[in-house]
């Protein structure tokens, strides 16, 4: 399955579209919700070649570090810190085009530039968890990215 996961040469809503059905077969039948987000993420950071995809999960009213694709990684982010923290404390999608104009950025490399953070709910619309993207140019997340990490994130909250 592994090499079908590349997309590129297609523009974003494309890569997306035909990334999508295959993220849906990685995770179809397998009940170990771990092992399912694991795959959704090395997904993700492959198939859209961005630079660090992770989530975090909610745990005693701050984020920790769950599985990841991309350089090491901040361990434990407090609510409404960072773009993590943010999107945790408001409940909502937070795009960033620039990293070093978001006030309170957390840089945990400096290669970062933009981001994206999708919250994850339970049945209860309780924040659970993120997810995290980031990439290296400015400017790389639209609407696009966030309809279809929506969607992304719907299935990781069905784990």
Known sequence: MAESIHVQGLDRKAQYESLFPQILALVEGETDSLANMANVIAALKFGMEF??????????????????????????????????????AIGQTVLVKDVDLFPGHIACSSESKSEI??????????????LDI??????????T???????VALLLSSF
Do not use: H, M
């Not at 990439?135 to 997340?141: E, I, P």
């Not at 990215?145 to 969607?151: P, Q």
């Open 51 to 88: 630079f660090w995809v992770g989530v975090y999960f909610v745990k005693e009213n701050e984020l920790v570090l769950g599985p990841f694709q991309g350089p090491v990684a901040c361990t434990r982010i407090a609510k409404g810190k960072g773009v993590c923290g943010y999107a945790y």
């Open 145 to 151: 990215d966030k309809y279809y990490l929506e969607k």
């Open 117 to 130: 953070v999708v919250p994850l709910f339970n049945k209860n619309k309780e924040v659970i968890g993120v």
């Open 134 to 143: 980031d990439s290296v140019k400015l400017s790389d997340f639209d609407d």
